[in-house]
Nanobody, 125 residues
Framework: QVQLVESGGGLVQAGGSLRLSCAAS????????MGWFRQAPGKDREFVAA????????YYADSVKGRFTISRDNRKNTVYLQMNSLKPEDTAVYYC??????????????????WGQGTQVTVSS
């Protein structure tokens, strides 16, 4: 079992920045690839970013590329999502997830077996 706890969400004005953190406990964190997803009201959960177990492979959704940065610190069992130039359409509950992905399925929710409880990000215009 892996337990994931997100933090760092909040209310920010458009153009602002937030840094989300996801702390993992339980099984060895470095064994897992990690992802960030988000879900806005009335919408499906969507892929945001993913990073493989050692940080060598990173993927982003087109909608956040150039604005968001995913990183991880395996010594601290934590994955981060730095979000800059935030837009109102970034408003959602953000979830971190742990699993094992490949180049063809990193964006699929079913590639991740463990999920956090989510943290709300609200961007005002």
């Amino acid at each position: 079992q892996v337990q994931l706890v997100e933090s760092g969400g909040g209310l920010v004005q458009a153009g602002g920045s937030l840094r989300l953190s996801c702390a993992a406990s339980g099984r060895t964190f470095s064994n897992y690839d990690m992802g960030w997803f988000r879900q806005a009201p009335g919408k499906d959960r969507e892929f945001v970013a993913a990073i493989n177990w050692n940080g060598a492979t990173i993927y982003y959704a087109d909608s956040v590329k150039g604005r968001f940065t995913i990183s991880r610190d395996n010594r601290k069992n934590t994955v981060y999502l730095q979000m800059n130039s935030l837009k109102p359409e970034d408003t959602a509950v953000y979830y971190c997830a742990a699993g094992t992905f490949y180049s063809g399925n990193y964006y699929k929710t079913e590639s991740y077996g463990y999920w956090g409880q989510g943290t709300q990000v609200t961007v005002s215009s």
